[in-house]
């Protein structure tokens, strides 16, 4: 979907539908730094609803806590991730979300995560003249 995201090669993607545990389908995510973006399929219709970060950089180099899978499995809008997306299944009739995620700060790439969220969000608003549904602000 974003071809600045082609070169990483530590990826993958999963899918979560309701009643699946979040922490079971994402237990291949790693915990590093990178970015992940979410497709909503609802009625056969893909529709990306979210991009965002793990992974905060310290002026040391060095990363705080929140990587990817912690990240991913943490919370949104206040409320475990678990149970934000059995919400917004049920709310906004999905029948599955398809959650990609890129490892961008390893041995292989020095991609600050920030900086490809920055990126990945203007590419979006480009398209769309404003920011993915479920993403409140940047």
Request: proline share 4%; hydrophobic share 30%.
């Amino acid at each position: 979907m974003f071809d600045e995201l082609e070169k990483y090669k530590n990826k993958g993607h999963f899918f979560f539908e309701s009643g699946n545990l979040l922490a079971t389908v994402s237990r291949e995510v790693p915990d590093l730094p990178g970015d992940y973006y979410i497709i909503r399929l609802s009625h056969g219709k893909p529709e990306l609803v979210y991009i965002r970060k793990s992974g905060t950089i310290e002026q040391n180099g060095k990363f705080k806590n929140q990587l990817l899978r912690n990240r991913i499995n943490n919370k949104h809008d206040g409320i475990k991730r678990q149970e934000y997306f059995e919400k917004k299944i049920e709310e906004e009739n999905i029948n599955a979300l398809h959650l990609y995620w890129y490892v961008t700060f390893d041995e292989d790439h020095k991609d600050i995560p920030a900086y490809i969220e920055g990126v990945l969000l203007q590419r979006y608003f480009d398209i769309y003249g404003q920011l993915p549904p479920w993403n409140k602000n940047y």
